[in-house]
């Protein structure tokens, strides 16, 4: 193996920082992703990991993608079988053994801090249940502590620290991304967010065994706190791969998740690329009287849910150019007034599905409207508006595809007290709890239908 990289996609500045989530056999679709973004030529500047996301990481950074790709689609049962080598001291079932050896083989006497990029691999300190970010030391040792899953396998013993599995405490590494690569934007890769497709794969009849009871609960722990830790630190891209209806010790279907993985990262281009090439400066014309009048007075309550080619070919005339413009500005360029806010969000949540109806994006521009709606709430700036404007301010929540977003859609809906918009909100809500996704917009965005969306397709096809 070379030991300059040349491969590998890094261009200082340009490029984005990585956070690989934890999921077990489900790691095999970073895999993928990784590919995805080479071939597109999307640069990466920094990658932190956490569990299968730190030795992926590790893996790339490296330039030893190619033989952790040749390990996954050789997974048989038996060689996965082999790494089970029990242990019969205190601590743990497994000694890994056989993933030291391969590691050793693979990995050496690499350092994390002498890599080709920035990298931080998370593991949890066992005694004081901190999150810890190894960037620095033996990497073969940083990746054990990351993947040591407790009481499966020995905990790490590490600078004076006894360290587990860092996906008990940060599966998805937004932050540690963040740090790596200051200024630059962060693209999550999620390998848990699909919790519907979980439920609907592990248990069709509704009734789950109970070592599926105890699975679907650890699950749902993990995905639970990954929510809250994108709402807290909102990647730029979040990508979350639809895998739930693979298991997380599926270690042989690495061919399918390499694809998942892949196939995730091409949707997601335009959002990175918007990422990417997002003006941090706010030279912005001053066009919030102008949204805002056309919005409540030309358009008005009577053809704000009426589709019509006339009002969309409006929309399209008089704030594409601006929209263009406006959508590559940072989120907080639209947070001088609230009123300046709304009008961003109206922009670019609903002028898009306006002026882009039926199209990929339509729905390209939803991730800044929901932060921008975000942080106004945060500041609460959204308490001077009237209530009519504020349904439309809380708009981006109930047109997320995360449920996290959409329990706070209920929520903000059922404070504002308008019925109609309160009742669409839990309609949307139930949509994403059922499917994890709109399925409405599946031809818009390349998606392929399954069996059980084609009614639901039929009834929301507005959305």
Known sequence: MSGTHPELPFSQGTGIALALGGGAARGWAHIGALRALREQGIGIEAVAGTSIGALTALCFAADRLDILEEIALGATHRRVLAYLDPHLGRGAWLGGRRIARDLEEHIGAIRLEDLAIPIALIAADLKTGEEVRLTSGPAITAVQASIGLPGIFRPILRDGRLLIDGGMVSNLPIGAARALASGQPVVAIDLMGDYAGYIRAGSP???????????????????????????????????????????????????????????????????????????????????????????????????????????????????????????????????????????????????????????????????????????????????????????????????????????????????????????????????????????????????????????????????
């Open 205 to 463: 009849d509704g009734q789950p065994s109970a070592l599926g009871t105890v699975r679907s609960a650890f699950l749902m722990m993990t995905a639970q706190q990954t929510r809250q830790a994108i709402a807290l630190d909102p990647p730029d891209v979040l990508i979350t791969i639809p895998a739930g209806h693979i298991g997380t010790g599926a270690f042989t279907r690495a061919a399918e998740l390499i694809r998942l993985g892949h196939d995730a990262v091409i949707a997601a281009l335009p959002a990175i690329r918007d990422a990417l090439s997002a003006d941090r400066h706010c030279e912005l014309v001053d066009a919030t009287h102008d949204i805002l009048d056309f919005w409540f007075r030309e358009v008005g309550s009577d053809r704000w849910w009426t589709q019509s080619d006339a009002t969309d070919a409006e929309i399209r005339a008089r704030f594409l150019s601006l929209w263009e413009k406006w959508r590559t500005r940072s989120p907080e360029c639209f947070l001088g007034t609230a009123r300046e806010a709304l009008a961003a969000v109206l922009l670019f949540d609903q002028f898009s599905r306006n002026m882009f109806r039926g199209r990929a994006r339509a729905f390209s521009a939803d991730a800044l409207a929901l932060e921008i709606a975000k942080r106004m709430i945060e500041r609460g700036l959204d308490q001077s508006l009237t209530r009519e404007e504020r349904s439309f301010l809380y708009m981006p929540f109930m047109h997320s595809e995360d449920l996290a977003m959409q329990d706070r859609s209920i929520a903000l809906f059922e404070q504002l007290g308008l019925p109609e918009p309160f009742k669409y909100a839990h309609m949307h809500r139930d949509v994403i709890a059922r499917f994890g996704r709109f399925p409405a917009r599946n031809a818009a965005l390349g998606r392929a239908d399954r069996p059980e969306e084609a009614e639901t397709i039929a009834a929301t096809a507005a959305w």
